[in-house]
Nanobody, 127 residues
Framework: QVQLVESGGGLVQAGGSLRLSCAGS????????MGWFRQAPGKDREFVAAISWSGSVTVYADSVKGRFTISRDNAKNTVYLQQNSLLPEDTAVYYCAARAGYSGTYDSTNRATYTYWGQGTQVTVSS
């Protein structure tokens, strides 16, 4: 069974930091581009960041650029999202996703290009 399991979410004050992890199992994701999305209450799921299979190319939403960093460890089949300088508007459920068959970040903001999704982890930022 192929799974992506997120962890690391929680409650943090504005200006604080969190590190989200997404561990894959059931297959290797080392040749797949990976991404993070988020969904706030009453809003659509939105793109946050993506990373190529090798980690050499990253893409960010303008709203998180300079504050969030996506990275990966293919040996551990895991992708990370380091979140710094968190804002109340970052409050959402964060999902990781894998693009089976896509090694690069072209069109990575498009949810339809992702094959596998995790269950999500809640991030709440208090003001």
């Amino acid at each position: 069974q192929v799974q992506l399991v997120e962890s690391g979410g929680g409650l943090v004050q504005a200006g604080g930091s969190l590190r989200l992890s997404c561990a894959g199992s059931g297959r290797t994701f080392s040749r797949d581009a990976m991404g993070w999305f988020r969904q706030a209450p009453g809003k659509d799921r939105e793109f946050v960041a993506a990373i190529s299979w090798s980690g050499s190319v990253t893409v960010y939403a303008d709203s998180v650029k300079g504050r969030f960093t996506i990275s990966r460890d293919n040996a551990k089949n895991t992708v990370y999202l380091q979140q710094n300088s968190l804002l109340p508007e970052d409050t959402a459920v964060y999902y990781c996703a894998a693009r089976a068959g896509y090694s690069g970040t072209y069109d990575s903001t498009n949810r339809a290009t992702y094959t596998y999704w995790g269950q999500g982890t809640q991030v709440t930022v208090s003001s």
